[in-house]
């Protein structure tokens, strides 16, 4: 199994960049694919971005592709998710997830068994 740990979340004006890391433990991480999600207060948790083990990725929208960018750097167990030219709508918790098989479309919180505890993100207007 895989431990993850988010961080790099944090208040940033519209416009502004972040770049939120997750940190992984465990056998096998290299192999895993590994997506990132968001939960604004009172919506359902939605898909942001996912990459898979040979690094090739999808992101939930043309919009998200624009100016968010998932990276996997296995020297250091850690999957990155860039983000830019932030909008207010982007504030949620964003959590990290690691999927054990690649069988699904990995744009479902079904598709995942290991989740990080949350990172928060905020972006004012």
């Known amino acids: 199994q895989v431990q993850l740990v988010e961080s790099g979340g944090g208040l940033v004006q519209a416009g502004g960049s972040l770049t939120l890391a997750c940190a992984a433990s465990?056998?096998?991480?290299?192999?895993?694919?590994m997506g990132w999600f968001r939960q604004a207060p009172g919506k359902e948790r939605e898909f942001v971005a996912a990459?898979?083990?040979?690094?090739?990725?999808?992101y939930d929208s043309d919009s998200v592709r624009a100016r968010f960018t998932i990276s996997r750097d296995n020297a250091k167990n850690t999957v990155y998710l860039q983000m830019d030219s932030l909008k207010p709508e982007d504030t949620a918790v964003y959590y990290c997830?690691?999927?054990?098989?690649?069988?699904?479309?990995?744009?479902?919180?079904?598709?995942?068994?290991?989740w990080g505890q949350g990172t928060q993100v905020t972006v004012s207007s």
């Open positions: 465990g056998r096998s991480y290299s192999t895993y694919p």
């Open positions: 990459i898979r083990w040979n690094g090739i990725s999808t």
């Open positions: 997830a690691a999927a054990r098989y690649s069988s699904g479309s990995l744009r479902n919180s079904d598709d995942y068994n290991y």
